[in-house]
């Protein structure tokens, strides 16, 4: 019974790491923000009742409730189910149950459409192609904020350096 348990837990090691990985390949690997660079990126987002709020890669969740906190509906795409489960069970426990989800997906396969802002800390050599699926895929005026890392085309039109927060806004004329 004990070697089941242990092979178990193994193999969920196993999985957890793998997920990793493919997460540094495709996004970003988890590495949550730190709180105070995420209360900025929610204070430059201004997000109020019923703002739409997409987090690109939302690992323990830690943005989406903050953005719920500001009373916008906040969903993340996540490719770590671990991280999804574990984002879920706590959005389940929490008074933002109705305003927090995270969904197992690689968030290049996702729609960004609806996107009043857009949430991301990912790695510098994906920014690039990240800005041509935003500016591609939201409408005029979304805001996107990014923990640490520009975009080579968007201009900045915020940003917090003692954080390291940048605000961008998709432009009215697409790039």
């Known amino acids: 019974m004990l070697e089941w348990i242990f092979l ?7 999985l957890f790491f793998f ?12 590495v949550p923000s730190r709180l105070k660079s995420a209360k900025r990126m929610i204070e430059l987002a201004h997000i109020s009742k019923g703002t739409r709020v ?7 969740g830690k943005l989406l409730f903050l953005a719920a ?13 671990f991280l999804v489960l574990f984002t879920n069970i706590k959005a389940f426990c929490s008074p933002y149950k109705t305003r927090v989800r995270a969904i197992w997906k690689n968030f290049w396969n996702s729609n960004l459409s609806n996107a009043d802002v857009v949430l ?8 690039e192609k990240l800005e041509q699926k935003l500016l591609k895929e939201t409408k005029p005026g979304t ?7 520009i975009f080579p085309n968007i201009p ?13 806004t998709t432009p009215k004329k697409k790039v």
């Open 8 to 14: 178990i837990l193994q193999l969920a090691f196993v």
């Open 156 to 168: 900045c039109t915020n940003k917090d350096e003692i954080n390291h927060v940048f605000v961008f």
């Open 143 to 149: 805001l996107i904020i990014s923990n640490s890392f």
């Open 54 to 60: 997409i987090d690109l890669g939302s690992g323990d």
């Open 69 to 81: 906190s500001q009373g916008g509906v906040a969903i993340g795409f996540e490719i770590n189910p």
């Open 19 to 30: 997920f990793l990985v493919l997460s540094f390949y495709t996004g970003a690997p988890f």
């Open 120 to 127: 991301l800390y990912l790695i510098p050599w994906k920014m």
